[in-house]
């Protein structure tokens, strides 16, 4: 198959996402009083409502629709004040009624957006941007200094419940195929769940990662849900079709199943856009089917073609009043808004003139954000851009492969100590990343480990030059090639001079010093 | 004493001045069905442990001395249509799909009468899944009419309607969807109500058509079912279709109908099918109202002959959705031996409902399905409106109004077997659940012809179900209170 950058530039890619949310955040369920619990042993949280039993009823929890509320003023949404409840018939033992309970033609949130703001790295995934000046649009997209910002249309955000889970037994890995028999536990029937769908707005791979990484933010700044891509409280599926360039009639979408993490998200539509460019280029057709992306073979499998459109028979639920919104209850809700994350971007780029990539990078996951600000509460204002640094390029990485930053040894308070002895040249920034190491190795404070380790930055003019001259008294050779014009030498005077200082002389310094005498 | 066949106040007055106890009341009630119901065929279930325990409950009450402190239906023998879950009984709706289903659970309409003090006596025959006007598509056998037993005792709560007319119980609970607790009510010669939708919660009751079900009582006095309303209506958490009643039904039954407005419909009246003696009963009751000083007026309802179309689109397409979870997976009849999923889902759907469920699903599957919804479900609701406003209108001029039940008195069973025939039938009464007003029956004396109970219906505005019960009491005093079917009055059941 080609490479991505290859097939960008002849085909268009053509994104859509549906996401589902459980509101994990919840007491109960959707419907009934059974308490909302992951994990519980198999069908302890049921009832005859979520069991489906002759004659029960169901009743909407409040909370739920505050969530849903929430989630669409969140989004840009509208929210529609006079909505109903539908029914969608389908016959399968996990959906115990067999109708879920869903939203009709009118949603509660209808006609949101959100903006992505896309680095510059990732500009030529998106055709014709890296041409336009900074501030200047192209269709839903504005290039700023940095990358560029594209506003992607969400249609609509509605609210379902989510079905009991089935294990099939005595086939492989759980697969049906060859099972024996089926189990079905009914605690996760009932929870609520949001469905998000965007317009076919996204580009590229990219752009789909960072609105689902935009909307867990959102969602997780709202407290509305545990967002667990792992354990499946938020799930997206990916409809793809590619077009030619220069051409503005869709193609045939395929679905994309089965994604559990961004990684995969971003991997399975990179594949598919691939794939499709492949079959179309050798003049095949793409049949509109869902796909299932194998993330240890790394490739999408059909899972199932869909010959006719599913006919769900739905039709409004007359168990289920039409639902009244009040403007008094849609205020109530907007008022409990947190501070969401353009808003957080924004104010780290006013309050302590970060640049609006830093502010970004901060804000993306909350845990540095909320690590950043604990810093500042105590740092001086200067400190913020290394902070930002020191957090961006080091503690984010840890912090994706598991570090627990609220509770890790490197305290906000080490966190400033140590940043504010990088910012004074106590020590060099290579002695940075070891004094970080020995903090979360040791549990100590950075100021006694570069005490211990006698780390000291050496910043003494009259002791560096010592240093200097002897090894350029020690290299005349090289110091003849310097001035014979090899000026990329430099670097080996600049390491020498570090061997010598045991990599405590400031690097700094020794370059401009070096740079003197040998131009001098 | 035979203490089904007396009425609430009988049994009340009797427990209070200690003549009997209830556990009496109870072991007669259950002597009653024992020598009774072999004939009739109106209980599927009874329950004695259930009625014993309740009534031993409400003597250490009176014991305790506190009478005064149960509730309307303390000591009363109360029954319930089948499709009324009771925890520990068997809910089967009639239905072979269900025959083996005991109900974990218990409806608040069941449990608010138990909580009244009624001591349960079990559960009785419908139609299955309350689909049909004669309860012969119960699964378990028909339910005669206890007026001649070569009838049928309407339908689909048969068994509610026959119990209380052969004084095997003094209240029991029904549900109407189309008209099933007024016709057989009428056919059976009993007082029956069909509240308007909202006043009984539906929580517990199994759902045929949602927007269109709801719970009333039959008894043989317009006061005794008032007493039953009083008792299970009122707001439930657990339906919110449900409504916030808190009406005493019993007051102002005595006022009269000097001054009231009762509206007759020409399109009722003048309609094909109607026989003279149902037509004459009615003329003869409008006369009687007008005798005690109510005004008669005629009302149009020019929308009312849609009714029968609008709700053979509407209640098929909710019941084949409330009845999609009998799929044999967690409950209910299950043909085994299969390989795949659908092929149990078929045979079990196949074997376990009868031809009228079967007819009703397919129904109502084909009028949801993509295409078709368009055509038929969206007229159906805006007939639905037109419907509704007819009456609004109507009401603007009259309290209530007087109709027919049904176009005939009871039929010998088999007599109607064409489906569409039998839906024709349900033309009074259909356009009252599509609007979802309350409507009643009561007994208007004998058909000319046929010598059958013929019940006047009285149709009221969306929660003023007092104006029908104070109307209906009027009837009643000009007609006498129902009796118990003649060729079961006499029949002593010991004790």
């Known amino acids: 198959m080609k490479k991505i950058e290859e097939v960008l530039k002849d085909w268009e890619p053509v994104i859509g996402l549906e996401v589902h949310c459980e509101l994990t955040k919840l007491e109960t369920k959707m419907f009934c009083g059974c308490k909302l619990e992951f994990g519980a042993a198999p069908n302890t949280h049921t009832c005859p409502v979520c069991l489906g039993l002759p004659g029960a009823l169901p009743v909407p929890n409040k909370a739920a629709i505050e969530s849903i509320v929430l989630a669409g003023l969140a989004t840009n949404c509208d929210i529609e004040k006079h909505t109903m409840f539908y029914r969608k018939g389908y016959m399968y033992p996990d959906m115990a009624k067999n109708f879920q309970t869903t939203q009709g033609p009118k949603a509660f949130c209808m006609r949101g957006h959100l903006d992505l703001d896309v680095d510059e790295k990732n500009i030529n995934e998106r055709y014709g941007v890296a041409e336009l000046a900074p501030g200047e649009t192209f269709e839903n997209v504005t290039r700023t200094e940095d990358g560029y910002t594209a506003k992607v249309g969400i249609t609509r955000i509605h609210m379902e419940e989510d079905a009991g889970k089935m294990i099939h037994v005595g086939g492989a890995e759980g697969r049906i195929e060859g099972a024996t028999h089926s189990l079905v536990d009914y605690n996760r029937a009932g929870t609520p769940l ?96 869902t796909r299932h992306w194998d993330a240890s073979k790394k490739r999408t499998i059909v899972m199932r073609t869909k010959e ?83 957090i961006i390029n080091d503690l984010a990485a840890m912090a994706n492969d598991g570090l627990d930053l609220s509770a890790s040894p490197l305290s906000p308070a080490r966190a400033v100590e140590l940043v504010g002895l990088l910012a004074s040249d106590a020590i060099s920034s290579k002695q940075g990343k070891q004094v970080l190491a020995a903090v979360l190795d040791e549990d100590k404070d950075p100021a006694q480990i570069v005490e211990e380790k006698g780390m000291k930055q050496v910043s003494d003019t009259g002791a560096l030059e010592a240093v200097i001259d002897k090894v350029l008294a020690d290299n005349p050779d090289k110091v003849a090639a310097y001035k014979g014009g090899k000026t990329g030498l430099l670097g080996f005077f600049v390491g020498q001079c570090m061997k010598a200082t045991r990599g405590q002389g400031n690097p700094k310094l020794i370059n401009q010093m070096l740079a003197q005498k040998l131009n001098g | ?177 189309g008209g099933s607790i007024r016709q057989p009510g009428s056919f059976c010669g009993v007082v029956a109500v069909k509240p308007t939708y909202g006043v009984v919660s539906r929580y517990g009751v199994v759902a045929f058509g949602s927007s269109l079900d709801q719970v009333g009582p039959f008894a043989r006095s317009v006061h005794d079912a008032a007493l039953a309303l009083n008792a299970i209506s009122g707001r439930d958490e657990r339906d919110c ?7 005493d039904f019993t007051r102002g039954l005595d006022a009269g109908v000097s001054g009231m407005k009762i509206g007759i419909v020409p399109e009722f009246m003048d309609a094909a099918g109607l026989t003279s003696e149902v037509k004459h009963a009615i003329e003869g009751a409008a006369e009687k109202l007008r005798e005690m000083g109510a005004e008669i007026v005629e009302v149009e309802l020019p929308h009312v002959r849609a009714a029968i179309s609008a709700y053979y689109v509407i209640a098929p397409c909710e019941a084949f959705s409330n009845l999609s979870r009998f799929d044999s997976v967690r409950y209910g009849f299950c043909d085994p031996g299969h390989k795949s999923l659908a092929g149990q889902y078929e045979a079990s759907r196949a074997k376990g409902f009868g031809p009228e469920a079967r007819r009703r699903i397919m129904l109502g599957s084909y009028l949801l399905s993509a295409g078709v919804y368009d055509k038929y479900y969206y007229p159906a609701q805006q007939v639905r ?28 069973f088999g007599q109607i077997s064409d489906p569409a025939t039998m839906y024709a039938t349900d033309l009074y009464t259909i356009s009252i659940n599509i609007a979802g007003n309350g409507g009643m029956s009561v007994p208007v004396g004998l058909g000319e012809d046929s010598q059958m109970p013929v019940g006047a219906q009285l149709i009221a505005p969306a929660f003023h179900d007092m104006n029908m019960l104070r109307v209906a009491a009027a009837l009643e005093e000009a007609y006498g209170t129902a009796r118990v079917a003649p060729d079961f009055a006499d029949v002593k059941a010991g004790a």
């Open chain 1, 194 to 289: 949001i469905e998000l769908v965007t317009e076919p707005d996204l580009r590229s791979p990219e752009e789909a990662r960072l609105f689902m990484e935009k909307l867990r933010q959102i969602f997780l700044a709202l407290n509305i849900s545990d967002c667990s891509m792992e354990e499946g409280s938020i799930r997206a599926d990916g409809n793809i079709s590619l077009r030619r360039r220069g051409t503005d009639q869709l193609g045939t979408k395929t679905e994309l199943k089965n994604i559990n993490s961004f990684k995969s998200l971003h991997d399975g539509l990179l594949y598919e856009i691939c794939r499709q460019a492949e079959v179309l280029e050798e003049g095949g057709v793409i049949y509109q089917e």
């Open chain 1, 308 to 390: 006719t459109a599913d006919d769900y028979r739905m039709f409004p639920d007359p168990d289920l009043a039409p639902y009244d919104l009040s403007d008094e209850f849609i205020e109530r809700v907007r008022a409990k808004l947190p501070e969401l994350p353009d808003q957080k971007v924004k104010r780290f780029q006013e309050t302590w003139s970060l640049s609006a990539y830093d502010a970004r990078h901060l804000v993306e996951h909350r845990v540095t954000a909320n690590f950043f600000e604990a810093c500042m509460e105590t740092a001086d204002a200067k400190l913020a851009k290394p902070l930002a640094n020191l």
């Open chain 2, 1 to 177: 004493m035979e203490f089904g066949t007396m009425d609430i106040a009988a049994i009340r007055s009797g427990l209070a001045a200690k003549e009997f106890s209830a556990r009496e009341v109870a072991e007669q009630s259950l002597a009653r069905i024992d020598a009774v119901d072999g004939t009739v065929n109106a209980f599927l279930e009874v329950t004695p442990e259930a009625a014993l325990a309740k009534a031993d409950e409400v003597d250490a009450a009176i014991a305790a001395g506190a009478f005064d402190e149960l509730g309307p239906l303390a000591g009363v023998p109360v029954a319930f249509k089948d499709n009324m879950n009771l925890a520990g009984t068997h809910t089967a709706c009639a239905s072979h799909m269900l025959e083996n289903y005991v109900s974990p659970y218990t409806a608040t309409c069941v449990q608010r009468a138990i909580d009244a003090g009624a001591l349960p006596l079990g559960k009785l025959n419908m139609d299955e899944f309350a689909f049909g006007s004669t309860t012969e598509s119960s699964a378990f056998g028909t339910t005669k009419n206890p007026w001649d037993t070569s009838r049928v005792p309407g339908g689909s709560s048969g068994g509610s309607a026959a119990a209380v007319a052969a004084g095997m119980a003094t209240v029991t609970l029904g549900s109407d969807t």
């Open chain 2, 241 to 247: 279709t449900s409504q916030d009643v808190t009406i």
């Open chain 2, 385 to 412: 409106t037109l419907i509704t406003q007819d009456y609004e209108r109507a009401y603007e001029t009259v309290d209530c109004i007087l109709a027919p039940v049904a176009p005939q008195t009871a039929f010998a």
